[in-house]
């Protein structure tokens, strides 16, 4: 595939714009081109952004149209209308679901390669949809999924066994929302499964423990929003991580949503599986061991998701 060194995010909010300014930062484009609706946010906030370039970073930041989503590597979608606080995220689906349509129609009358990020959120029927408007090969669009929760779950258990995140291995899987569940039979500290370690080192470890390790995760998001109005940092973070991966093509595991074809028995819905991430997208998902009551509670969860999916 060729490469381009350009980037485009749709959507100048906080959520675009701080992605914009963690790309930058990591340098991972020659070009960077944030496209809103309005045109005097986007201006806004590229001129902010080019100010601090001479320091650090050496991208070409500008604001542009869709027009401008020619030639890029990788077209991140961030517009549409946030959560407010005590919402949930299906409670976005019929607006932003507006929204994106019509950012697709645009996309397509410009595209000519690249692979699609969404970002907007509900991001997994997002995502579903995105891949059947833009019509692209198998794991060109995928959202970011459980990428955030899966950072944040591991946040957690490193503080509840003392130890630094970097001896944690945890993945969340299912709905970015209510719906999703850690895997749990494959957690590891240390690379020594979580149950063993624990049990090791005289550490209390039960479902209860894992049920609110688990709720802390869910309620971090809507916690944020409720002290702050807004959540950007966390995630613009695990984009450019993704966007080093697929730039860089470095071959990363994540869990992301794509459209699963079969796997665990999942067909026909955007969902979270730990997945390989290069320069292609997704380019495939992994097949786990996980135990029957995980490999249940995704199979209920595609089938609730898939009732969003018609709206």
């Known amino acids: 595939m060729e490469r381009h060194g ?7 909010g906080y959520v675009g714009a701080s992605i914009c300014y963690a790309l930058m930062l990591k340098m991972l484009a020659q070009e960077i081109v944030l496209i809103d609706s309005n045109e005097q946010k986007s201006q806004g906030e590229a001129m902010d952004i080019v100010h601090g370039i001479p320091y650090m ?12 989503c020619q030639d890029c590597d990788v077209i991140i979608i961030t517009a549409g209308r946030n959560r407010r606080p005590g919402q949930l995220r299906t409670d976005l689906v019929e607006e932003n679901t507006v929204i994106l349509h019509q950012i697709s129609m645009e ?13 907007s959120n509900p991001v997994d029927i997002m995502t579903y949809k995105m891949e059947q408007w833009m019509e692209l090969p198998e794991g060109m669009v995928f959202g970011t999924g459980c990428i955030l929760d899966t950072s944040r779950l591991v946040r957690q258990i490193a503080e509840y066994v003392k130890l630094s995140i970097d001896n944690i291995q945890a993945t969340i899987i299912g709905e970015h929302g209510a719906r999703q569940c850690p895997i749990w039979s494959r957690v590891t500290v240390a690379n020594i499964p979580i149950d063993e370690y624990c049990k090791t080192f005289g550490i209390e470890w039960n479902d209860l423990i894992k049920e609110e390790i688990l709720a802390k995760v869910q309620a971090m998001g809507a916690e944020i929003i409720k002290r702050k109005e807004r959540t950007h940092y966390g995630i613009a973070t695990c984009v450019a991580y993704l966007i080093d991966a697929i730039v860089n093509d470095r071959k990363i595991v994540a869990s992301v949503s794509s459209v699963l074809n079969g796997e665990y028995g999942i067909f026909d819905v955007a969902l979270s599986v730990p997945s390989v991430i290069g320069a292609k997208g997704v380019e495939k998902h992994l097949m786990e061991k996980w135990n029957q009551n995980e490999i249940d509670f995704m199979i209920n969860c595609s089938q609730q998701m898939k009732e969003f999916i018609s709206i």
């Open 57 to 68: 970073g050496n991208s070409r930041v500008y604001a542009g149209t869709y027009k401008d």
């Open 107 to 119: 996309i397509k009358k410009y595209y000519n390669g690249g692979v699609i990020l969404v970002v």
């Open 6 to 12: 350009k980037i485009a995010i749709i959507g100048a």
